[in-house]
C-alpha cells in the first residue's frame, strides 16, 4: 500500500461489508443525541440573537425579552406537535419533502427541497461560527481569527464525514449528553442560588447601559413593533433541526415512527425548558448584549463607551453561575456547547446526500446520486457542503447576526409547505377511513397541523417581512436558482424518458446480420486480442481495417500482417490528409449504406495502463473515434482492452473509489 | 446554423477538401516572402540589440559596430551555405531534428528538438516585442502598454492560425515585398544623398552623448572585449529563421531541394545587403542607442541627462531618410517592418505544430499530434504556443533586450549540432560513393559544413559564455525540461512497444464461446436496442442482468420485462447497499471464473445526447462500469449508443472537431 492510500484509508476510513448495514440503525438512546445536537443547539444562538435584535430598541428592548421567549417557546410546542403527526404518516424518511410532493403537487415539493438544499449550508455555516463564538469565552485568543477558525472547523468535520457516520453516531452521544445535563444544572442551579438562597448574581453586563447607534436610548410606536418582530424571527432560529427528524425516521430502530415521534416530543420539552430557564435566568441576571454590526454600544458607570460586544449568554450566565462556586462547570458547560454546535453541523453533513439521494431518485438531481453505495457520489456531496459553508463564513465572518438573517426563511418556508400538505393529507385519509375511532384520531391530527400551518404561515410572513432587507432576500435567490437548476435536470430527464419509452409501435425488429470491422494502428497483442475477441463473436463478415497516415508505416503493417496468420483480410483506407477518424468513419457508414439492416459492429483494441498522463498518451484516437461512431445509429462500439503491466496499480484505485460507503441508512 | 457555429466558422474557417491540397506547395515567388519574414525581419531588432550593447562601453562602442556588423555577416554566409547543403541531402523537412537523429542519434536529436521547441516561443516572443517596439516610432501611445500590446497581438496572430495557413500564404507576400523593397530603397536612397548629393544627414540622436551607468563615458580592455562578445552574440539573433527553410522543404513546389536551396541563398544576399547597409547607414547618421535596462543614459549639449530610450535604428533612420523628402517613405517603412515582424512570429505558429508532429511520430510527443489532418491536435500546439509566447512577453514586460538574452543559444546549438551531424552524413556517404564527380560534390558539401560547424560551434561558446548569467541559463533550463519530458514519453511508449510485442511464444489461441451480458437499468428504447444487437451477435449465452437499487423498482423493471417478449431471462443481483458497480462487476467476474476459456462480452445501452451537461445526466454508471470492466482480462466492453433527438446538433460539432485542418504540408 503507497503513502498516498494509506494516508487515504487513515482520512476515509475502511469500507464496511454489506452484512454490517443493521448495525446503523440507531436504539432511541443513540437517536436522541444526534438529532439534539442539531434542534438544542440552535437554542444557544437563539437566545443571543434575540438579546442582540432587541438591543437595538436601547434598554427598554430587553424588558420584552420574556415575552419573545415564551412565544418563540409557543412556535416550538405547535411545531413539534405537528411533526409527530407526519411521522406517523410518513415513516420514509422523506420529510416535508415527501409530504409536499405527495399531497400539493411536483412544483411544492421542488419548493421545500430547494429551501432545505439552502438551509442545510446555512446550519453548517451559522452552527459552527456560534460554536467559535462560544468558544471564545474561555479562548480569547480566536479574537480577530474566527473565520478561518470556523472554515478550519468545516473541514475537519468534512473529513470525519468522509469517512462514513459510524464512528460520528457514538460520538455524538458523549459531547450532547454532557451538554444537556450542563445546560439544565447551570438553569437549575443558577434559579435555585437567586431564589431560594438569595444569592446577588449579577452578569458582566448587568450594569452597562446599551445605547442605539444614534445615540438615542430608546425607541418607541412602530419602530419598537419592527425591532420585537425581528428579535422574534431571529429566535425562530430555535427551531432548526427539528425537522431532522421527519428525515431521519428510517435510521431510528423499530417501531421506528414511534421511536421518532417520542424522541420528537422529548426534544421538545428540553428545546423549550432550555429556551425560557436561559430567558429566566437571563433576565434575573440582567445580561445585555449589543449589535455590533448596527452599531449600538455600551456606556459604562464612569460614562465611558464600550463598542465591544460582550460575551454570548451562555458565557455569561456561566460564569456567573459556576466561577464563585464550581469553576470546571464553566469549562464543561462552554466545552460542551462548542462541541454540539459542531455536531450540529454534522448533522447537515448527513441530511443533505441523503435528500440528494431521494431527489436524485426523483430525478430532480443526476441520477448517480441516488445509487447511495458509491462513495463518490456521497463524497461530492460532502464536499459540495463544506465549500459552500466556509464561503459563507468567511464572505459574513463568521457573523451569526449576520448570517441569521438568511437563515430562518428556508426553515418556515419548509415547516409551512409541509403543514399545509399534512393538511391535505389527513382530508384523503378521511374520504378513504370508515372506521370511527381512527377517523377521530385523523381529524385530532389534522386539527393539529391546520393549526401548525397557521402558525408557521405567520411566522414565514413576519420573518419574511422583518428580514427581507437585512439578507433573507439572498436567501430566496439562491434557493430560486437551485429550484430553477432542479427543474431543469427534471424537465431534461422527463423528456428523455418520454423519447425512449417502448410503445406498441416501437421498431422490435432484430437486425439480421452484423458486421465486424476490427481497427488496427499497429499489429501487437492488443491488436491480436481485438481480432481474436472480434472472431470468437463469428459476425457475418468480419474486416480488418487500417487507415494509411504514413506510406512507410502502412508497408511495414501490411508485411507484418502477413507474417502473421490472421485469417482475414487487411484493408487500407487512404488518408492523403495523414488523418485516422475521418476516413475510418466514412469507411463505417459505406458499411451503413449498403447494408442497412445489419448491424455493424466495431472493434477497437484499447491499452489499460496505470497512470492518469498514461491515459493522455494512449486511446486518444480510439476515443474519438467512438465518439463519432456513437452518433451513428446501427453501430455499436466494442472495446477490447488490452491490460499492461502498469494496470495493476490503477485497477486498485477504481476499486476503491466505487467501493460503498458506510453512511447510515437514512 | 447557431450563432456560436457561425462565429467559430468565422473565426476557425471552413474545411479544406483532401482534393484541394496539392494547391498548398509554395512557388518560389511566395516562398520567399514566407520564409523572409523570419530570416530578414530578424536584422531588424538585431541591429538594434548590437548598438544597445555596445552602448554598454559608452561612446567608445559605436565606434565597433562596423566590425561586429561584417562579423556577422560573415556568420550568415556561412550558414546560409551550410544550410544548403542540407536541404539537398534531407528533402524530408525533419531539418536540423532528422540531421541530428539520423547521424548523431537519439540524444542529439533530442537535443535539437528540446532547442527548436523553447526556440519557436522566443521567435514569436521577441518578433512581436521588436514589432511593437517598431511602431512606437509611428505610435507613440503605446508607451507603457508594450506587454499587453504584443500579448494582444500574440492571440490575433494564433486566432489566424487557427484559420488555417493558406490564407496567410497569400497575405503573407505583400507586406514582406514591400518590407524589402522600402527597407532596400532606403538604404540606397540614404547612401545616395550622403555620398553622392553630400546632404548632411543626421539622425536624432547624432549629438547626444552616451554615458555608462556609472558615469564613466569609456570602457577598455578585457571588459571592451566582453561587451564586443555580447554585441555580436546579440547580433547573431540575424540568423534565425534561416534554419526555417531546412524544415519547410516539402512545401515547396517541385524541384524542391533546388527551389528551396536557391530561396535560402537569395534569403542570405538580402539579409547581408541590409545588415551591412542598415550599419553603414547608422555609423553616418550616428546613431547612438543606450540600454534602460542596464542603465546607460544619454546626456544632451545642454548638458541634461536623458534616460528614455530614442526610437529603434530604423526608425531613426526612415526619418532622417525620408521625412524631408517623401514623408510616406517612412510610415510604409515603419508599418512594413512591424507587419513583417509579426509575420515572422506567425512562422513559428507553422513550425511548432510541423515539429510537434515529426516528434509525435518518433514516439517523443503523445502519438495523436502526428495525424496532423486532426484540427484538434493542432490547435492545441497552436493555443500553447500562444500561452507560452504571451506569458514570457507579459513577465519579460515586451523588452527584446531581455528576451534576445535567452534567445540565440537554442538556435546555435541547433546549427551546431546540425552541421556536426552533415560532416558525418557526407562521410558515410563517401564511404558508399565510387564515382569521381559525385565524390568530388560530397567532399565540397563536407568542407562547407566542417567550416559551418567550427563556425557555429564557436558562436555556440561565444554566445554561452556572454550571455549565460544574463538570461541564457533560463533558456537552457527550459530546453532541459523539455528534453526529460519527451525522453520520459519516449521511454514510456518504447515500454509498451515492448510489452505489447508480437513474438512467436504470445499466446495465439481463440477464445472458445462467448457469454453475453446486457446491463438493463430501466426497460425502453436504448435497452431494447442493446438487446437487439446483443441477439444478433448469437452468443453462446445471453442474460440481461439488472443490479436490484430499489424494491418498487425492481418490481416495475419486472412487471415491464414480462409484458415485452425479449426472449432471454432477467437476472435480477441483489445489492442491500443501493449500489450498482460492485455486484454487477462481481457478477461478471464470477461468470469470467466458471468459464475461463470463454470472453465475456458486456453490452451497455448508452444515451447520445446534444449538451456537455446533458452528458453529465447520463451515462455515468456506464462510465464506471466501463473503466473497471477494462481491468479485467477476458472481457470486452460494448457500448450500443441510442441516440436521442438532441443528439443532432453534438454529431454536428463532433465532425468539425475532427475535421481536417487545412495547414500546409510541411
Known amino acids: 500500500m503507497g503513502v498516498l492510500s494509506a494516508f487515504k484509508r487513515m482520512v476515509v476510513g475502511r469500507r464496511l461489508a454489506n452484512a454490517q448495514l443493521g448495525q446503523t440503525l440507531l436504539p432511541k438512546r443513540l437517536a436522541l443525541p444526534v438529532f439534539a445536537s442539531d434542534a438544542l443547539s440552535s437554542v444557544a444562538y437563539a437566545?443571543?440573537?434575540?438579546?442582540?435584535?432587541?438591543?437595538?430598541?436601547?434598554?427598554?428592548?430587553?424588558?420584552?425579552?420574556?415575552?419573545?421567549?415564551?412565544?418563540?417557546?409557543?412556535?416550538v410546542a405547535v411545531v413539534v406537535?405537528?411533526?409527530?403527526?407526519?411521522?406517523?404518516?410518513?415513516?420514509?424518511?422523506?420529510?416535508?419533502?415527501?409530504?409536499?410532493?405527495?399531497?400539493?403537487?411536483?412544483?411544492a415539493g421542488l419548493t421545500v427541497a430547494s429551501a432545505l438544499m439552502v438551509d442545510y449550508v446555512l446550519t453548517v455555516a451559522v452552527s459552527v461560527s456560534a460554536g467559535i463564538i462560544?468558544?471564545?469565552?474561555?479562548?480569547?485568543?480566536?479574537?480577530?481569527?474566527?473565520?478561518?477558525?470556523?472554515?478550519?472547523?468545516?473541514?475537519?468535520?468534512?473529513?470525519?464525514?468522509?469517512?462514513?457516520?459510524?464512528?460520528?453516531?457514538?460520538?455524538?452521544?458523549?459531547?450532547?449528553?454532557?451538554f444537556m445535563f450542563s445546560m439544565l444544572s447551570m438553569i437549575a442551579i443558577g434559579l435555585f442560588r437567586i431564589l431560594a438562597l438569595g444569592h446577588d448574581l449579577q452578569s458582566e453586563t448587568a450594569d452597562l447601559i446599551v445605547m442605539r447607534p444614534d445615540g438615542m436610548e430608546e425607541l418607541a410606536g412602530w419602530a419598537l413593533i419592527a425591532i420585537l418582530a425581528r428579535a422574534f424571527s431571529s429566535g425562530c432560529a430555535a427551531l432548526t433541526g427539528v425537522e431532522a427528524i421527519s428525515n431521519g425516521v428510517p435510521a431510528f430502530k423499530p417501531p421506528k415512527s414511534r421511536n421518532a415521534a417520542t424522541v420528537l416530543a422529548m426534544l421538545g420539552a428540553l428545546a423549550i425548558t432550555m429556551l425560557l430557564g436561559i430567558v429566566a435566568l437571563a433576565n434575573l441576571t440582567r445580561v445585555h448584549l449589543i449589535d455590533e454590526l448596527t452599531g449600538t454600544y455600551y456606556i459604562n458607570e464612569a460614562g465611558e463607551t464600550i463598542n465591544s460586544a460582550a460575551t454570548?449568554?451562555?458565557?455569561?450566565?456561566?460564569?456567573?453561575?459556576?466561577?464563585?462556586?464550581?469553576?470546571?462547570?464553566?469549562?464543561?458547560?462552554?466545552?460542551?456547547?462548542?462541541?454540539?454546535?459542531?455536531?450540529?453541523?454534522?448533522?447537515?453533513?448527513?441530511?443533505?446526500?441523503?435528500?440528494?439521494?431521494?431527489?436524485?431518485?426523483?430525478?430532480?438531481?443526476?441520477r448517480q446520486l441516488h445509487t447511495r453505495g458509491d462513495r463518490l457520489a456521497y463524497s461530492n456531496g460532502i464536499t459540495m457542503l463544506a465549500i459552500a459553508a466556509a464561503?459563507?463564513?468567511?464572505?459574513?465572518?463568521?457573523?451569526?447576526?449576520?448570517?441569521?438573517?438568511?437563515?430562518?426563511?428556508?426553515?418556515?418556508?419548509?415547516?409551512?409547505?409541509?403543514?399545509?400538505?399534512?393538511?391535505?393529507?389527513?382530508?384523503?385519509?378521511?374520504?378513504?377511513?370508515?372506521?370511527?375511532?381512527?377517523?377521530?384520531?385523523?381529524?385530532?391530527?389534522?386539527?393539529?397541523?391546520?393549526?401548525?400551518?397557521?402558525?408557521?404561515?405567520?411566522?414565514?410572513?413576519?420573518?419574511?417581512?422583518?428580514?427581507?432587507?437585512?439578507?433573507?432576500?439572498?436567501?430566496?435567490?439562491?434557493?430560486?436558482?437551485?429550484?430553477?437548476?432542479?427543474?431543469?435536470?427534471?424537465?431534461?430527464?422527463?423528456?428523455?424518458?418520454?423519447?425512449?419509452?417502448?410503445?406498441p409501435d416501437s421498431d422490435r425488429a432484430l437486425p439480421s446480420r452484423v458486421r465486424g470491422v476490427v481497427l488496427v494502428q499497429r499489429v501487437n497483442l492488443p491488436t491480436l486480442k481485438a481480432i481474436a475477441f472480434a472472431r470468437a463473436t463469428r459476425p457475418t463478415t468480419l474486416a480488418a481495417v487500417t487507415v494509411a497516415v504514413d506510406d512507410d508505416e502502412v508497408e511495414r503493417i501490411l508485411d507484418e500482417w502477413e507474417s502473421e496468420d490472421f485469417g482475414i483480410p487487411l484493408k487500407v483506407i487512404a488518408s492523403p490528409y495523414r488523418e485516422i477518424t475521418g476516413p475510418f468513419i466514412r469507411y463505417v457508414s459505406e458499411l451503413r449504406t449498403e447494408n442497412p439492416r445489419d448491424v455493424v459492429s466495431v472493434y477497437i483494441p484499447e491499452y489499460v495502463v496505470g497512470h492518469w498522463w498514461e491515459?493522455?498518451?494512449?486511446?486518444?484516437?480510439?476515443?474519438?473515434?467512438?465518439?463519432?461512431?456513437?452518433?451513428?445509429?446501427?453501430?455499436?462500439?466494442?472495446?477490447?482492452?488490452?491490460?499492461?503491466?502498469?494496470?495493476?496499480r490503477a485497477k486498485a484505485i477504481a476499486k476503491k473509489a466505487s467501493a460503498p460507503s458506510r453512511r447510515m441508512g437514512r
Chains 1, 2 share one sequence.
Open 391 to 503: 464561503a459563507l463564513v468567511l464572505v459574513f465572518d463568521a457573523s451569526v447576526t449576520a448570517l441569521i438573517q438568511l437563515y430562518v426563511v428556508g426553515v418556515f418556508i419548509s415547516f409551512t409547505l409541509g403543514q399545509v400538505g399534512m393538511i391535505r393529507y389527513w382530508t384523503r385519509a378521511l374520504s378513504r377511513e370508515r372506521d370511527k375511532k381512527a377517523r377521530a384520531r385523523m381529524q385530532r391530527s389534522r386539527a393539529i397541523n391546520t393549526v401548525g400551518a397557521a402558525l408557521t404561515g405567520t411566522v414565514l410572513i413576519v420573518v419574511l417581512v422583518s428580514k427581507f432587507t437585512h439578507g433573507a432576500y439572498l436567501a430566496l435567490v439562491a434557493m430560486a436558482a437551485v429550484f430553477a437548476f432542479m427543474l431543469a435536470i427534471s424537465n431534461h430527464y422527463l423528456a428523455v424518458a418520454q423519447e425512449v419509452a417502448l410503445t
Open 312 to 366: 454570548t449568554v451562555i458565557g455569561q450566565l456561566g460564569r456567573v453561575v459556576f466561577m464563585d462556586w464550581f469553576q470546571p462547570g464553566f469549562y464543561i458547560l462552554i466545552t460542551a456547547t462548542m462541541l454540539v454546535l459542531f455536531l450540529a453541523a454534522n448533522t447537515a453533513f448527513n441530511g443533505f446526500p441523503s435528500l440528494a439521494s431521494i431527489l436524485a431518485k426523483d430525478g430532480y438531481l443526476p
Open 134 to 178: 462560544n468558544a471564545k469565552a474561555i479562548a480569547p485568543f480566536l479574537q480577530g481569527h474566527e473565520a478561518w477558525a470556523a472554515a478550519g472547523v468545516i473541514v475537519v468535520i468534512a473529513l470525519i464525514n468522509l469517512r462514513g457516520v459510524r464512528e460520528s453516531g457514538a460520538a455524538f452521544a458523549w459531547p450532547t449528553y454532557i
Open 615 to 648: 491515459q493522455l498518451l494512449h486511446n486518444q484516437t480510439a476515443l474519438l473515434i467512438r465518439t463519432r461512431l456513437h452518433f451513428m445509429p446501427g453501430v455499436m462500439v466494442t472495446s477490447v482492452p488490452y491490460q499492461l503491466r502498469s494496470s495493476g
Open 47 to 75: 437566545i443571543d440573537e434575540i438579546l442582540i435584535t432587541l438591543s437595538l430598541a436601547g434598554m427598554v428592548g430587553f424588558l420584552f425579552s420574556w415575552e419573545i421567549g415564551v412565544a418563540v417557546g409557543v412556535v
Open 81 to 107: 406537535a405537528s411533526y409527530r403527526q407526519t411521522v406517523h404518516a410518513y415513516p420514509s424518511g422523506g420529510g416535508d419533502y415527501e409530504v409536499a410532493s405527495d399531497n400539493l403537487g411536483r412544483f
